[in-house]
């Protein structure tokens, strides 16, 4: 058996069958921008990086999409009180979220679809469910009918009625039923766009749908997103879609837990948060990576200094391997590109396991533990294979250790240090060593 994941719709462990062949669709939620990400924002942005990274690894034609919120009202607030415009905003903070995706090694989706390129859609897709039933408009504010939907709740397993007295749910007087949600808000302050319910904005909840469907039609693998997202945002999505095309909107759902911090939920609010722009250097990135990767990912992290400082220990650990093996093995030119099999085959069969990061953990570990045995008693051969074997899992994971090969220069001055050190001329072996130590190779 290949992949087999957690499906938050159906709640229960499935093998990983993409609807169209090798060819993977996977949509996830992405920020809305009108302020810095924090280190929980990064979990979802880091996860499913990594997802992508393994099913290319798996062999997988991946096609990763990631939206960008650039209208709401935290937008046109931010934008008021800084006297700029909602673009002005959402184009600032938008290449302050990317800055911070590159910061802990994530690289771009393929696709990074705009809420505001697709309103002329959103208005049309509106209009269809007033049509069939499944929305009504009030003065100008179009809401979804959710009594239309017999399976809502499906994925956050909830029933209607304790849905109806549940506090999260805004009660508007304007609504049939508290459950019911805005597809389109009347306002009258911010940006606005004309439509036949009105001047206003779309809702957040469809925003989101109307882009999956004009990027993937019915065709939709993966929907991904932090677990708080899977009510009422994913849940609203799924109920909309249904209503036009009577079908289930990603055929898996994968939701990923909270970063708290001190055991308090992270929130920009309440300021609670260490954001991402903050962290000192790029190392500081990949240990956070570290951390997120190679926890449960449907689990809560609860971040404390503590559990950083592990993964400083452990991410110096491998650096530190890492570095005296490659610098080594150049030396005496026994690099290779060979795997052990065995290792790969480890991986891959823990990974398969719904993302078994804990035996991942104890693998690259054990491999570490190996590399140091092997360049001990001089096996260079089998230290590089178990060299470009660590590589290749930390390749797959994004985990990046900042260790590159020498250059000629460099190479030249380790040589002349091994000769000098060898011949016992400690004096000469000084003058490189701290070359050396200058540029960083020791």
Known sequence: MGLVIYNSLTNKMEEFVPQNGNKVNMYVCGPTVYNYIHIGNARPVIFYDMMRRYLKFLGYDVTYASNITDVDDKIIKKALEQNKTEKEIATFYENAYFDSVKEVGSTKPDLIPHATDYIGE?????????EKGYA???????FFRVSKISDYGCLSNQVTEDLESGARISVDSKKESPLDFALWKKTDEGIKWDSPFGEGRPGWHTECVVMNHKLFG???DIHGGGMDLKFPHHENEIAQFEALYKTHLAKYWIHVGRLDLAGEKMSKSLGNVIYVKDLENKRDGMILRSLILFSPYRSIISYSEDLKNQYV???DKWQRAYKQALYTLQYENKLTDKVNDSDIEKFKEYMNQDFNVQNVLTLVNDIVKEINTNL?????LETAIKLNTFKTIF???GINLFVEKMNDEALDAYTKWMEARN??????ADIYRNKLIEWKIL
């Open 218 to 220: 019915t065709g939709l």
């Open 423 to 428: 011949n016992k001329d400690f004096e000469t």
């Open 395 to 397: 390749d797959v994971l």
């Open 313 to 315: 220990k452990e991410y």
């Open 376 to 380: 001990r008693s001089k096996n260079y």
């Open 122 to 130: 959103m208005i049309t897709f509106i209009q269809e469910l007033i």
């Open 136 to 142: 009504y408009n009030v003065d100008g504010d179009v």
